[in-house]
């Protein structure tokens, strides 16, 4: 009931780039805390390199950076055996007991109960910008910015949407729904249970929403946070004061808001732990509140990019280089490629030397300074970083030196003749070498360029 939304900024027209997730969102691994009857917390993935997290009653979903899906959690209503495989989901939000997410194209994924039909109510066609799920109504935006709603309408929570177009984000309760229009006011329909839509701010100056099944909470321009409806539990009262906080996100009894530096605040309800047994210190970057569980997504990137963006191949992408910080890793340090040709192989270079780029066939090689570079292709286990891009155009290991499957795991020594080992403090740089036979026989081509610290 919290969709992924992040930092807003005014926008002159309703367009993609205003709020929806880029290429350029941290990566991270996903905390979970609270009531953990159903697994919500001990099923949480391991690893890095999510990218959202949403919150059901009582299930929870995480996004991984290739668009893939994770679900954990309660599953009566197949919520999670019934999620959806493969890449190229780009958003997820999670109900009571359904889920949504939305494809690269824009089409609209649906599953878990459909009591009142929001599942079976979902709008084919592609274009869609945002998809959010109340308990048992389901909402998107279209590539226009209008509203649109399905699924159960007893109190008014789909009938009544609001007309017109240049809506930034929609959010769904119990039996309300709310939006964020392009000026930053927002409008709220449905039951007025405990003053959920009587209680709604006026002006402008709001940049993002989060609706929990009874209470609503909303983020001005200066970081400070409004928050009304459902107060049985001080979720409105303990509200915080001041200003700088950069998201928020409402649950069933509490509530939860980030600050600039990625720490957490919580307030409200404390009955399964959800408020004291949550992660302290800052890194976070996006949050998430069911029933009685959170869900926090911890920056584990790596690195700072230089040659870049790297030169567009014949797929019409730039091949993106970005590292994940993984103690699964002999270094430490995971290596992901996206946007490359597929079908076509990769393996991963390194120096101590980056240049700004020497062209070489299709794109800019930029470890060719005065010092060696090297190439992870010794044959054997870790050192082979060769892999081939998935349908997708996502670096796929071939070699097993991957413990995610995609991407490539860096050991913990340079490929030298007299291998060098890798110590804290040392920076060391790498970039991705492919293919790009289908520019031209014998062509090949370059990732951006990627400055890692140890």
């Given at each position: 009931?919290?969709?992924?939304?992040?930092?807003?900024r005014p926008c002159a027209a309703l367009i993609l780039a205003c709020w929806l997730p880029s290429l350029a969102i941290a990566q991270g691994s996903v905390h979970s805390w609270g009531d953990d009857q159903h697994?919500?917390?001990?099923?949480?993935?391991?690893?890095?390199?999510?990218?959202?997290?949403?919150?059901?009653?009582?299930?929870?979903?995480?996004?991984?950076?290739?668009?893939?899906?994770?679900?954990?959690?309660?599953?009566?209503?197949?919520?999670?055996?019934?999620?959806?495989?493969?890449?190229?989901?780009?958003?997820?939000?999670?109900?009571?007991?359904?889920?949504?997410?939305?494809?690269?194209?824009?089409?609209?994924?649906?599953?878990?109960?459909?009591?009142?039909?929001?599942?079976?109510?979902?709008?084919?066609?592609?274009?869609?910008?945002?998809?959010?799920?109340?308990?048992?109504?389901?909402?998107?935006?279209?590539?226009?910015?209008?509203?649109?709603?399905?699924?159960?309408?007893?109190?008014?929570?789909?009938?009544?949407?609001?007309?017109?177009?240049?809506?930034?984000?929609?959010?769904?309760?119990?039996?309300?729904?709310?939006?964020?229009?392009?000026?930053?006011?927002?409008?709220?329909?449905?039951?007025?249970?405990?003053?959920?839509?009587?209680?709604?701010?006026?002006?402008?100056?709001?940049?993002?929403?989060?609706?929990?099944?009874?209470?609503?909470?909303?983020?001005?321009?200066?970081?400070?946070?409004?928050?009304?409806?459902?107060?049985?539990?001080?979720?409105?009262?303990?509200?915080?004061?001041?200003?700088?906080?950069?998201?928020?996100?409402?649950?069933?009894?509490?509530?939860?808001?980030?600050?600039?530096?990625?720490?957490?605040?919580?307030?409200?309800?404390?009955?399964?732990?959800?408020?004291?047994?949550?992660?302290?210190?800052?890194?976070?970057?996006?949050?998430?509140?069911?029933?009685?569980?959170?869900?926090?997504?911890?920056?584990?990137?790596?690195?700072?990019?230089?040659?870049?963006?790297?030169?567009?191949?014949?797929?019409?992408?730039?091949?993106?280089?970005?590292?994940?910080?993984?103690?699964?890793?002999?270094?430490?340090?995971?290596?992901?490629?996206?946007?490359?040709?597929?079908?076509?192989?990769?393996?991963?270079?390194?120096?101590?030397?980056?240049?700004?780029?020497?062209?070489?066939?299709?794109?800019?090689?930029?470890?060719?300074?005065?010092?060696?570079?090297?190439?992870?292709?010794?044959?054997?286990?870790?050192?082979?970083?060769?892999?081939?891009?998935?349908?997708?155009?996502?670096?796929?290991?071939?070699?097993?030196?991957?413990?995610?499957?995609?991407?490539?795991?860096?050991?913990?020594?340079?490929?030298?003749?007299?291998?060098?080992s890798i110590m804290a403090g040392d920076t060391w740089h790498f970039q991705g070498w492919y293919r790009d036979t289908p520019a031209g026989a014998g062509s090949s081509n370059f990732t951006n360029g990627l400055?890692?610290?140890?």
């Amino acid at each position: 009931m919290n969709p992924f939304v992040p930092f807003l900024r005014p926008c002159a027209a309703l367009i993609l780039a205003c709020w929806l997730p880029s290429l350029a969102i941290a990566q991270g691994s996903v905390h979970s805390w609270g009531d953990d009857q159903h697994g919500q917390v001990s099923n949480t993935p391991g690893g890095a390199g999510f990218t959202q997290v949403a919150a059901g009653s009582n299930h929870s979903l995480a996004l991984g950076a290739n668009g893939s899906i994770a679900s954990w959690g309660r599953d009566q209503f197949g919520q999670i055996a019934s999620t959806p495989s493969g890449p190229g989901f780009q958003q997820i939000d999670a109900g009571e007991w359904h889920s949504m997410a939305l494809r690269a194209d824009g089409s609209i994924e649906s599953w878990g109960r459909d009591s009142r039909g929001q599942i079976s109510g979902s709008p084919s066609g592609a274009g869609h910008l945002q998809v959010a799920a109340g308990r048992e109504h389901s909402l998107a935006l279209n590539s226009a910015g209008a509203i649109v709603a399905w699924g159960r309408d007893l109190g008014g929570q789909v009938s009544n949407r609001p007309t017109g177009i240049g809506f930034l984000q929609v959010d769904g309760g119990f039996e309300h729904s709310v939006a964020l229009r392009a000026d930053g006011s927002i409008v709220t329909w449905g039951n007025d249970l405990f003053g959920v839509v009587s209680g709604t701010p006026s002006g402008t100056g709001f940049t993002q929403l989060s609706s929990g099944p009874e209470h609503v909470l909303a983020l001005r321009t200066d970081g400070s946070i409004a928050a009304w409806g459902f107060n049985g539990f001080n979720q409105i009262a303990d509200t915080p004061s001041g200003i700088g906080f950069v998201r928020v996100a409402a649950g069933l009894s509490n509530s939860f808001a980030q600050r600039a530096d990625g720490s957490f605040v919580m307030w409200g309800s404390d009955q399964a732990g959800q408020i004291s047994s949550a992660p302290t210190g800052a890194g976070f970057t996006h949050l998430d509140g069911g029933v009685g569980h959170g869900l926090g997504l911890l920056d584990t990137s790596a690195g700072t990019a230089f040659c870049a963006p790297a030169a567009t191949n014949s797929s019409g992408s730039s091949a993106e280089l970005t590292g994940t910080w993984n103690s699964n890793a002999g270094s430490g340090l995971h290596l992901d490629v996206h946007g490359g040709v597929p079908g076509l192989l990769i393996f991963v270079l390194v120096g101590n030397d980056p240049t700004p780029g020497i062209q070489i066939s299709g794109g800019l090689f930029c470890l060719g300074g005065s010092t060696q570079f090297f190439r992870y292709n010794a044959s054997g286990t870790p050192m082979n970083s060769i892999a081939a891009f998935d349908g997708s155009g996502v670096m796929v290991n071939l070699s097993g030196t991957s413990t995610t499957g995609f991407g490539f795991d860096v050991p913990g020594t340079i490929p030298n003749t007299n291998p060098i080992s890798i110590m804290a403090g040392d920076t060391w740089h790498f970039q991705g070498w492919y293919r790009d036979t289908p520019a031209g026989a014998g062509s090949s081509n370059f990732t951006n360029g990627l400055s890692v610290t140890f």
